[in-house]
């Protein structure tokens, strides 16, 4: 009888595969679908500031559909246990496909937010009568809508691009089978970009990432590290979702950016904060920090 431990098995939760998988879920939290099937997509079109006939054209391109269908096959094989390439993509019907169609169509807009640069109105511009326009009579003839409004309309910010998955029916016409940020069906649903989540093992990812990355030779000695893990784990819940699978498949080298642009924030910032402080310091005939006596005597000697 052996007396050695049972070794544990480890649950990897850093790699690729299991970080596409969970931003999948949690995106499709926030999604709506005929069938719960259709959530997955086989290929993605991303033209989102195209019409959606010039996305169709695109996805129903030979290649596109080739793409897609050597996508589902790998699906099946996996999902069988099977070998790699056992079905075959010729096989499998153009009507099983699902096409993720990047879109704002479904999204609406909404008056641009003004910039915090923009000039205050004054009691002088507030109380300042203008003469009565002569073909205001007129006004309700016309389109009210100018140019200018509508150039100063933007859609509706969401945690990650929008999106539509559409199904080929038997009249070869792109039938829509899924909106993201929708609740409720197809035809009678409204837009609604809060009622999803984030999955907590993605959470525990965002966590994980974030104190590994901490634990860095270049980082460990910092003694506001833990502002450094804040900031970071509140960048990536803000911006966690817009990884974009159809650029890459690496979200693990997207996180990661995110996570050292977090900690460089924090950094400058303490740094700019501490030169402020040695600045009172010295004017006040003290003593500086360290930091600011060491640069000063390597300057002296150089």
């Known amino acids: 009888m052996s007396l050695l431990p049972t070794p544990v098995k480890r649950v990897n939760y850093l790699n690729n595969k299991d970080i596409l998988k969970e931003i999948h879920s949690s995106k499709t939290a926030y999604c709506h679908f005929t069938k719960p099937e259709y959530n997955r997509y086989d290929f993605i079109v991303d033209m ?48 099983d496909l699902v096409f993720r169609i990047m879109t704002w169509d479904h999204v609406p807009v909404a ?16 109380f300042e009568f203008e003469e009565p326009d002569p073909n205001a009579l007129f006004i309700d003839l016309e389109d009210p809508t100018t140019k200018d409004e509508v150039d100063d309309m933007v859609h509706v910010k969401v945690n990650f691009p929008p999106f539509q998955h559409y199904k080929i029916d038997a009249n070869n016409s792109f039938c829509c089978v899924g909106k993201s940020h929708w609740d409720g069906d197809m035809e009678s649903g409204t837009f609604n970009k809060d009622h ?34 804040n900031s970071a784990i509140l960048q990536l819940t803000y911006v966690g979702l817009r990884f974009n699978e159809a650029k890459s498949a690496n979200p693990f080298a997207f996180y990661t950016a995110v996570i050292t642009n977090s900690f ?19 004017i006040a005939g003290l003593s500086p920090s360290w930091s600011r006596q060491s640069t000063s005597s390597s300057h002296y000697e150089e």
């Open 196 to 229: 999803g989540q984030v999955t907590n093992k993605l959470a525990r990812m965002y966590i994980m990432m974030c104190e590994k990355y901490a634990m860095k030779y270049n980082w460990r000695g910092y003694t506001y590290r833990d502002e450094m893990q």
């Open 111 to 126: 008056p641009k937010q003004p910039r915090k640069s923009v000039k205050k109105k004054t009691a002088k511009d507030i």
């Open 48 to 95: 989102p500031h195209s019409a959606l006939p010039d996305s169709f054209e695109y996805a129903f391109k030979p290649e596109s559909i080739q793409l897609a269908r050597e996508t589902r096959a790998a699906f099946l094989d996996v999902e069988a246990g099977a070998a790699k390439g056992t079905t075959d993509p010729l096989t499998i019907p153009v009507a």
């Open 264 to 282: 460089c924030r924090v950094l400058n910032t303490e740094k700019r904060n501490q030169n402020i402080r040695d600045d009172i310091l010295e």
